[in-house]
């Protein structure tokens, strides 16, 4: 595929916009898409391309070093339940959890990263075995 003027790299700033081409890595190596929609999720901003896969920012090619995460405790309680209802929700009407690119996967690894943030900054500690 050729560099076009709405290709990520050739942009002046980051984010890049709705309707550019973006790269990003993926298991079978790299792939491109065209970016429909930005969001935040609980934890990192995810990119929701035009045919609908969802590729978290960190695999997006060009992205900040180190990319940019919510810290657990500005996550409302009302975020954290809606994102609970919709992975509830999501299970109930069967999705593959195991495809990697499509919602049910980007927002269950939200879910866990904000779960695991959040007993970190709580300084959890596993009881000692005796």
Same mark, same amino acid.
């Given at each position: 595929m050729k !560099?076009? *003027? &709405? %290709?990520? @790299?050739?942009? *002046?700033?980051?984010? !890049? %916009?709705? @309707?550019?081409?973006?790269? =990003?890595?993926? +298991? /079978? @190596?790299l792939k491109t898409g065209t970016l429909k929609e930005?969001? #935040? /999720?609980?934890? #990192?901003?995810d990119f929701i391309l035009e045919d609908g896969r969802v590729i978290p920012e960190h695999k997006i090619l060009g992205c900040p070093e180190p990319? +940019?995460?919510?810290?657990?405790? %500005? +996550?409302?309680?009302?975020?954290?339940? *809606? #994102? %609970?209802?919709?992975?509830?929700?999501?299970a109930e009407t069967g999705l593959d959890p195991r495809d990697r690119e499509q919602s049910f996967w980007a927002?269950? &690894?939200?879910?866990?990263?904000?779960?695991?943030?959040? =007993?970190?900054?709580?300084g959890y500690k596993a009881p000692d075995a005796q």
């Amino acid at each position: 595929m050729k !560099p076009t *003027a &709405n %290709e990520v @790299g050739t942009a *002046a700033s980051w984010p !890049p %916009e709705e @309707g550019q081409i973006i790269r =990003f890595k993926s +298991v /079978g @190596g790299l792939k491109t898409g065209t970016l429909k929609e930005l969001r #935040w /999720g609980l934890v #990192w901003r995810d990119f929701i391309l035009e045919d609908g896969r969802v590729i978290p920012e960190h695999k997006i090619l060009g992205c900040p070093e180190p990319p +940019v995460w919510r810290k657990a405790d %500005e +996550v409302t309680q009302d975020e954290r339940e *809606a #994102w %609970e209802r919709r992975l509830v929700s999501m299970a109930e009407t069967g999705l593959d959890p195991r495809d990697r690119e499509q919602s049910f996967w980007a927002d269950l &690894n939200q879910y866990l990263a904000y779960t695991y943030l959040r =007993f970190k900054q709580a300084g959890y500690k596993a009881p000692d075995a005796q």
